[in-house]
């Protein structure tokens, strides 16, 4: 993990066609606020590798999830522009967004957010049928290379919290995304089962060769990370360095 990033702010400013992972230039967005508007992104700039993690912590209303919103294709910046695999969103229309989300974005959300009535073979498969195409990851082994081999027709309610999320990041990989985008993924563990999580998705980051970047409040996972950076009032910077705690015995 790195204290300091030369790519969380204004270095990033001419994205070029040929650069993967994911390219955020000068992005600025503003929201409605009651009778107001507030700037939820302030020309944030930022680039994240293939097989890189990078973690956003900062306060509550800060722009977090504005960032993955807009990162993750669902809401048009004002200004600047966002690249993934020097594919600008920008110039897409909306119909082209959506279908390029389907394929080259993967989305982890809070507490895995799966299909109640699926097993956790069938979440990967829907996840599949809604792409279309010829599938990138074999459900079964991804499954098994998560950890989840002997659950493959276990239903949410028959998994723990850790399981849940386990599914969670093996259905977002298994199109094969260019960008993962991962929302609060420890808010519902314990804090050995946060760590296990972090650390998968940090081995599956490298492994599949996806750029990542994951919005916590959780600080005793960031050693998982290869960069931390921290949001304030829309503001992108590199986090200052804070030591982990040891977990408990």
Known sequence: MTSTDTRASGATSHPTAKQRGLV???VTLTVGDGDGTVTALDRVSLTVAPGELVAVVGPSGSGKSSLLAVAGALTTPDAGSVLIDGHDL?????????RFRLEHIGFVFQSGNLVPALTAEDQLRLALHMRGGKPARDPRELLAEVGLA?????????????????????????CGPSLLLVDEPTSALDRARSQEIVELLARETRQAGVATVMVTHDHDILLHCDRVLEMVDGSLSAAPTREPEALDD
């Open 24 to 26: 955020l230039a000068d």
């Open 90 to 98: 920008g110039a897409m229309r909306d119909r082209e967004r959506t």
């Open 150 to 174: 002997d659950k493959l027709r276990r239903r949410p309610h028959e998994l723990s919290g850790g399981e849940r999320q386990r599914v969670g990041i093996a259905r977002a990989l298994v």
